[in-house]
């Protein structure tokens, strides 16, 4: 399971008498039930679709009997499949349902979606759209013009931030996420050109603040590079990106100022078309803001 999966379900921290915050009234009001039946959903990911009752119990550190209830609850209303065959379990249709309604009210995807498809169309790449979330991408949106360029970035796929284009613009602009992925050491290397140094990574987030932009070559996928701009809210705020991706070959007849005059047009469509000013919040443009 990914480390730090359950982080935003079990760090409810609520206010005791006097507004401090207390750990005892944490668990108190916490459904320990409902905890692990969503640490159990987020055991599943790309590298781990199917998974047993035991292969559960055994990444939650329990007993099968224990869980048994849980997962058999999950998958009688619909949030987990089960193969009669194998016996394995997988994610149920019933969250697709449910992330189709979030993703259908979020304002930045449905701002950035006629974006995403004018680049896809004028640089004949394919784009993506993105957040911040427990410190890794998040895609949102993403729009394919490029087929030969094979990108495991569905919708709601999470990547690591330190070696792609839209991670390096969001850690650029929150000095808490950057400190997080930068705390555990040297950094894993997805390719052979991932940048596995902190500081190294520390003094590219600075160039990126600066620039506007941020650039992947290789360091995600070998034989592709990605650029990636953000995308700012009313406040001037960065609460996402746009980013897009092509073949290292492209850049043998197009040069890349042509892709990061793209994506940074783009982004900065995007930001007024969420209520962004660039006159008024020129400063904020160029100091950034805290990601939200």
């Known amino acids: 399971m990914r480390e730090g999966g359950c982080e935003p379900i079990l760090l409810y921290i609520s206010s005791a008498p006097g507004g401090t915050s207390s750990v005892g009234s944490r668990d108190r009001y916490q459904n320990s039930s409902l905890a692990k039946a969503l640490c159990l959903l987020d055991l599943?990911?790309?590298e781990q679709e199917e998974l047993s009752l035991t292969e559960m119990a055994e990444a939650l550190d329990t007993r099968a009997g224990t869980i048994y209830p849980i997962v058999t609850t999950l998958h009688r209303y619909g949030y987990l499949q089960r193969d009669s065959h194998t016996k394995r379990y997988r994610l149920g249709l019933r969250l697709l349902a449910q992330a189709g309604r979030i993703l259908a009210s979020l304002d930045i995807r449905e701002q950035a979606k006629p974006v995403l498809k004018k680049?896809?169309?004028?640089?004949?790449?394919n784009t993506h759209l993105g957040v911040l979330y427990?410190?890794?991408?998040?895609?949102?949106?993403?729009?394919?013009?490029t087929p030969g360029v094979v990108l495991s970035s569905?919708?709601?796929s999470r990547v690591p931030a330190h070696c792609t284009a839209l991670g390096k613009v969001f850690l650029a602009h929150d000095g808490d996420a950057a400190a997080r992925v930068c705390a555990a050491g040297e950094l894993p290397a997805v390719t052979v050109y991932?940048?596995?140094d902190p500081q190294e990574l520390q003094n590219q987030l600075g160039e990126v603040r600066k620039r506007g932009y941020a650039v992947d070559m290789e360091e995600f996928h070998e034989g592709n590079v990605c650029v990636g701009a953000p995308i700012r809210n009313h406040e001037g705020l960065v609460g996402g990106g746009i980013s897009i991706s092509v073949g290292k070959a492209r850049l043998e007849r197009d040069p890349l100022s042509a892709f990061v005059d793209g994506v940074v047009e783009g982004a900065a469509e995007v930001s007024e078309a969420m209520g962004y000013s660039w006159r008024s919040k020129e400063g904020k443009a160029h100091g950034g803001g805290k990601a939200t």
């Open 154 to 156: 569905p919708v709601g």
């Open 134 to 145: 427990d410190c890794e991408v998040l895609y949102l949106d993403r729009e394919e013009a």
């Open 119 to 125: 680049l896809a169309r004028e640089l004949s790449a």
């Open 194 to 196: 991932t940048i596995t």
């Open 44 to 46: 599943f990911d790309a």
